[in-house]
C-alpha cells in the first residue's frame, strides 16, 4: 500500500489514492429536503410529512459549497453531481449552477432529480450547462409510484423525462431501485422500456442504509437475479462502457434497442477497486464512502475562515481515508447493524 495521496493537478493526472484510485469526482448533496417521501429514505414517522431537516444555518451556503469545489477541482476533481434530497427545490438553485459551471477546469456538471420539476427546469439546466440528468423512477405505474413516492407525481416526471429527452441531453438514465415484492415485477417493462426510447435504464441493487426500515434479505434482489428474469424476453448483448457509464455494467436488449440497460450492483459485485468518489454531505461533512459512516467535519473548517490549504487539507483527509471497500456485509454480520447515514443527506 502506498503511503500518501499523489496530487498532480492540474496536469490532468489529478489525485490518486492510497490504494491507486483515481479521485476524481465530487459529490454534492445540496439539501436534505424533498418533494417527495419516498418508503425507502424517510421513518415511518417522517411518511407523514413531518420529516426531519437541516436547518437552513446548518446547509453549506452557495458560496462555500463553490468555494470547496473550486478547490477540489485545483486538486484533480473534474466532475460533480447535484444530489440531494431533491437538489431542484433548494431556492436559486439555478443561480448556483450557473456559477458552478463556469468554474474553470470543471468538465462536467451532472444532476442526479426524482424528475417533478424537470418540466420547469429542464431547459435552464441545459442551458446553464448541465451535462448529464439522471431521473429516479421506481414504478411505470402511476398508483405505484404514489404509494412508493407517498405523492402522485408520475405524470409530472414522465414530462419531466420527455423533456430532457426532447432537449438533447445524452444519456438520460432512469434509476431504479429493485425491490422484491414492491416492484420487482416491472423489471421486463422496464428493460423493454429501453428497446423503444434512448434512455439508459439502470437498475440499482437496493442497499441497506439510512432510515430505511423496509431493506431486508427478502426485499434485496441481486444484479444476476434481474439479469437472468430480463434473459427470458430477450439477449442482454454487452456494450462498450463509455465514459459516462461509472460502475454500470451496461448492455443492449436486443441488437435494435434504441437505449441501453445498466446495471449497478454494489452489494453483489463491489466496484470499490474502482471508486473515483468524495461525498459531501448536505451537512457539510465530507464522506469518502457511500457505506461507511465516518465523515469529515468540512463545515466547521469553511466556518473557521481558514485558507484554502484548509479546505485542501481535509479533502486529503478524506481521501486518505477512502477505505478500500465498503464490507457492508462483513460489518453487518459481525454487529449486525447496516449503515446509518440518512441518504438524503449524504445523496444516494
Ligand atoms: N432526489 C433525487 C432523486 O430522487 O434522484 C436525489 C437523491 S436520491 C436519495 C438518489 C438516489 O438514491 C435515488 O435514485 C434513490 O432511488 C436512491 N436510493 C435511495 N435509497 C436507496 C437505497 N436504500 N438503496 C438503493 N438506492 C437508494
Not at 338 to 347: E, N, T, V
Request: glycine share 8%.
Amino acid at each position: 500500500m502506498k503511503q500518501e495521496i499523489t496530487s498532480t493537478a492540474p496536469d490532468g493526472n489529478g489525485l490518486i489514492d492510497l490504494f491507486s484510485r483515481p479521485i476524481s469526482y465530487l459529490r454534492l448533496s445540496l439539501t436534505d429536503r424533498c418533494n417527495l417521501r419516498c418508503m425507502y429514505c424517510v421513518t415511518e414517522d417522517e411518511s407523514n410529512g413531518c420529516l426531519s431537516k437541516l436547518g437552513h444555518g446548518e446547509l453549506l451556503s452557495y458560496e462555500e459549497l463553490l468555494r470547496v469545489v473550486r478547490v477540489a477541482v485545483a486538486m484533480g476533481i473534474t466532475k460533480v453531481r447535484l444530489t440531494g434530497g431533491e437538489p431542484l427545490v433548494r431556492r436559486n438553485v439555478l443561480g448556483f449552477i450557473r456559477n458552478l459551471t463556469e468554474i474553470e477546469g470543471l468538465r462536467d456538471v451532472r444532476i442526479t432529480t426524482n424528475g417533478v420539476l424537470l418540466e420547469r427546469y429542464g431547459r435552464e439546466l441545459y442551458d446553464a450547462g448541465v451535462t448529464k440528468v439522471n431521473i429516479s423512477l421506481d414504478s411505470l405505474r402511476r398508483e405505484r409510484i404514489t404509494e412508493i413516492t407517498g405523492v402522485d407525481c408520475f405524470d409530472q416526471v414522465w414530462r419531466g423525462i420527455e423533456t430532457v429527452l426532447a432537449l438533447g441531453f445524452f444519456p438520460v438514465k432512469l434509476n431504479m431501485v429493485a425491490m422484491r415484492q414492491i416492484n420487482d415485477d416491472e423489471i421486463l417493462e422496464f428493460a423493454r422500456l429501453s428497446q423503444r426510447l434512448p434512455l439508459q435504464v439502470r437498475f440499482i441493487e437496493f442497499m441497506p442504509i439510512g432510515a430505511s426500515s423496509r431493506w431486508n434479505a427478502d426485499t434485496y434482489i441481486s444484479t444476476d437475479e434481474i439479469m437472468e428474469r430480463i434473459r427470458t424476453v430477450g439477449e442482454l448483448v454487452p456494450m462498450q462502457k463509455g465514459r459516462h457509464d461509472g460502475p454500470a455494467q451496461v448492455f443492449r436488449l436486443g441488437a435494435d434497442a434504441s437505449g441501453s440497460l445498466g446495471f449497478i450492483s454494489p452489494l453483489s459485485h463491489h466496484f470499490c477497486d474502482r471508486c473515483n468518489r468524495l461525498r459531501l454531505t448536505s451537512a457539510g461533512a465530507l464522506r469518502s464512502c457511500l457505506l461507511h459512516d465516518e465523515e469529515i467535519d468540512l463545515r466547521s473548517v469553511l466556518r473557521a475562515q481558514g485558507p484554502d490549504s484548509a479546505i485542501r487539507e481535509a479533502l486529503l483527509a478524506a481521501i486518505r481515508n477512502k477505505p478500500q471497500g465498503h464490507q457492508l456485509e462483513e460489518r453487518m454480520r459481525r454487529t449486525g447493524s447496516d449503515c446509518h447515514g440518512r441518504m438524503s443527506r449524504i445523496g444516494g
